[in-house]
């Protein structure tokens, strides 16, 4: 089955940093690549996500980046605030389920 | 137009008991997945319900069972619980069952504590 590997677990950055989480994955035949934030005591949310027939994709702050060759995908946050403080997960699924594969999350804390 | 919900918000329940969990989805949606979240861990898939079948199974023991309702609703079944039972559960809905991908949309979760 498929694995996904996610670092670091752990990230602190300063306000108005830059923030990486990169994500690696298993099978060569995931093509669909959602991100998730989950605050503290909250459910998990979709931010962004990625199909495998395009290599990168932005949303104001957020972009996310795949390399199908390498297997490994990326999550980029750029001016952060304390709001973004949060764990983040990645997942990687393929058609016929599309039943996502967690990474193991990255908690995110951005200091004022 | 309410999100999904999940019910009970906490459980505390004994070794060897049995516990159901509950789960409506958002309005409109008629697929539901249920996860488990272990402290510290990501979402892991348990099953998929779609048109009152299961339809997808990750790697569960027949230990947790589910169904789903005629109105799209599901209720997620653990029997003789274990100490590593202890977790947050998670539904999430979406539309259409697998073969095409919906964004899933999570309740909040329940979380049990196994003593």
């Known amino acids: 089955g498929e694995n996904v590997e996610q670092h670091p677990s752990t990230l602190s950055v300063q306000e108005g940093d830059s923030a990486v989480i990169k994500c690696t994955y298993s099978?060569?035949?995931?093509?669909?690549f959602p991100w998730y934030k989950q605050e503290l005591g909250k459910r998990p949310q979709l931010i962004i996500d990625?199909?495998?027939?395009?290599g990168e994709k932005k949303d104001q702050r957020i972009a996310v980046t795949l390399n199908k060759t390498a297997k490994h995908f990326s999550l980029h946050i750029t001016e952060t605030q304390p709001e973004d403080s949060a764990v983040y997960f990645c997942?990687?699924?393929?058609?016929?389920?599309?039943?996502?594969?967690f990474g193991r999350g990255t908690s995110l804390i951005v200091h004022p | 137009d309410a999100g999904v919900t999940q019910s009970p918000t906490h459980l505390i329940k004994t070794r060897g008991q049995q516990v159901t969990l509950r789960c409506s989805p958002k309005s409109g949606h008629d697929t539901v997945s249920w996860y488990q979240q272990a402290l510290g861990q990501g979402p892991q898939f348990i099953f998929q319900?779609?048109?009152?079948?299961?339809?997808q199974r990750g790697n569960f023991p027949d230990r947790f069972s589910g169904h789903q309702f005629p109105n799209y609703s599901s209720e997620l079944n653990v029997n003789a619980l274990l100490l590593g039972d202890s977790a947050l559960y998670l539904c999430?809905?979406?539309?259409?069952?697998?073969?095409?991908?919906?964004?899933?949309?999570f309740g909040p979760g329940t979380r049990l504590t196994v003593l």
């Open positions: 990625i199909r495998s027939n395009v």
């Open positions: 099978d060569s035949a995931s093509n669909y």
């Open positions: 999430a809905s979406s539309l259409g069952g697998s073969g095409s991908y919906n964004e899933q949309f």
């Open positions: 997942a990687a699924s393929k058609g016929g389920s599309y039943i996502p594969t």
């Open positions: 319900y779609y048109e009152e079948e299961e339809r």
